[in-house]
Every structure is written in structure tokens, then in C-alpha cells.
């Protein structure tokens, strides 16, 4: 089974930054990332890492957003800078094996 767990959501004001982290306690995975989900929208990728060790980013949040890792924690983190209103959302981390795997969300909410 694969455990994620994910902190770093909160309320923050337009232009400020927030970090989110998910750990895989005792586990790496090199394909990872974020999701996220705002209320009555669809989940929507926002950046992610790949088996090749390159990044990908939703358009929305391109020159914003940077997702790094720490292997030695086997946690990886999304660096959230000039955050907007509409970057309100429930954020996922995931994991892909076979499957995908998905943390519990944690809310990140911009204020105008």
C-alpha cells in the first residue's frame, strides 16, 4: 500500500506563496506530482515529475509554480509563488505505480 501524506495548505492573500509537501514515508517514487480541484470543476494536473526525472506543469500555473524533491526525505514538495484566487483548490499529490494513488487533498485558499 502506498502511503502519501501532505501538509502545507492554508489561507494566504494574492501574491503570496504557500509550500506544499507529500511524503512517501519509506518509499521513492519517480513518478509524482500535484493535482487539484477547485468546486464544480474537473481535476486539473498541475505539475508533476516523471520517471526521466523531467517536470511537467499545468499552463495555468507555468513560471508560477515549481516542483522539487528531496530524495533522502522521499518527499516532494510545490513551491507556489504569486498565487491568484483562482488557484483555490482542494491540491492532490499522486503517485503512479500500476495505478494511481492519491493523498487525502489539503485546501489551499487565495483571498482577493
Known amino acids: 500500500q502506498v502511503q502519501l501524506v501532505e501538509s502545507g495548505g492554508g489561507l494566504v492573500q494574492a501574491g503570496e506563496s504557500l509550500r506544499l509537501s507529500c511524503a512517501t514515508p519509506?518509499?521513492?517514487?519517480?513518478?509524482m506530482g500535484w493535482y487539484r480541484q477547485a468546486p464544480g470543476k474537473q481535476r486539473e494536473l498541475v505539475a508533476g515529475t516523471l520517471s526521466d526525472g523531467s517536470t511537467n506543469y499545468g499552463d495555468s500555473v507555468k513560471g508560477r509554480f515549481t516542483v522539487s524533491r528531496d530524495n533522502a526525505k522521499n518527499t516532494l514538495y510545490l513551491q507556489m509563488n504569486s498565487l491568484k484566487p483562482e488557484d483555490t483548490a482542494v491540491y492532490y499529490c499522486y503517485v503512479q505505480t500500476l495505478t494511481i494513488h492519491w493523498g487525502q487533498g489539503t485546501q489551499v485558499t487565495v483571498s482577493s
Open positions: 519509506g518509499r521513492f517514487f519517480s513518478t
